[in-house]
Structures are given as structure tokens and as C-alpha cells.
């Protein structure tokens, strides 16, 4: 059973950044897809970035050029980097996590099992 821990969550201005992490415990993140999805108040949640087990990525268009994924296998740590913040950037972000490959890229919550609380993001313009 996977257990997925996010942090570095805040408020920041725009054209800020920050930094979220996301620790896994349960299972070993090099062999799984993981990615951040999130949530604005009042809308539905939206994939934002992805990386699969050989390192292909997807990503919304909305945060192209402007989010970098990573991973620290060595720590089992997810990481999501947003620069440029935008108010649209705003809102509750979501690690997730799935050992299936097939569905990995295609960024819909219905391909991810593991899911963690989430950690608050909120850009002032």
C-alpha cells in the first residue's frame, strides 16, 4: 500500500515559484508513473505533469515551458518545480502514482490509484 506525502506548498506572487515535493513510501517510484495533478475551487482536478518509468513526459499546455518534473529515485521523492506562477495556477496539487504503463501519458485521474492529500497552492496577482 502506497503512501504519498506532499509538501513545499504556499502563497506566492506572480511570476514567482515554488518548489513541491512528494514523498513516497510503499513503493519504489522509479518503476511507476508518477505525476501532480490539481485542483482550482470549483473546477474539476486537471493533469498537470507526468513522467513515466522510461522518462517520457506529458503535460497540460497551460504549464509548458513554466513546470519541470523530476525524480530523486535515491529518496523515492517526486518533485514539481513551477516557475512563472500565474493566478491560474492556483490551487490544491495532488501527487499520484500507478504501476501501469499504458495509461501513464494520457493525464486522467481514472489511470492513477495512488493518490496523496495534496498541498495548497495559492498565486497573487
Known amino acids: 500500500q502506497g503512501h504519498l506525502v506532499e509538501s513545499g506548498g504556499g502563497s506566492a506572487q506572480a511570476g514567482g515559484s515554488l518548489r513541491l515535493s512528494c514523498v513516497v513510501s510503499?513503493?519504489?517510484?522509479?518503476?511507476?508513473?508518477m505525476g501532480w495533478f490539481r485542483q482550482a475551487p470549483g473546477k474539476d482536478d486537471e493533469g498537470v505533469k507526468v513522467?513515466?518509468?522510461?522518462?517520457?513526459?506529458q503535460y497540460a499546455d497551460s504549464v509548458k515551458g513554466r513546470f519541470t518534473i523530476s525524480k530523486d529515485n535515491a529518496t523515492n521523492t517526486l518533485y514539481l518545480e513551477m516557475n512563472n506562477l500565474k493566478a491560474e495556477d492556483s490551487g490544491r496539487y495532488y501527487c499520484v502514482a500507478d504501476p501501469w504503463a499504458g495509461g501513464c501519458l494520457l493525464l486522467h485521474r481514472g489511470n492513477f490509484g495512488h493518490w496523496g492529500k495534496g498541498t495548497q497552492v495559492t498565486v497573487s496577482s
Open positions: 513522467v513515466g518509468s522510461d522518462g517520457r513526459v
Open positions: 510503499g513503493f519504489t517510484i522509479s518503476t511507476y508513473c
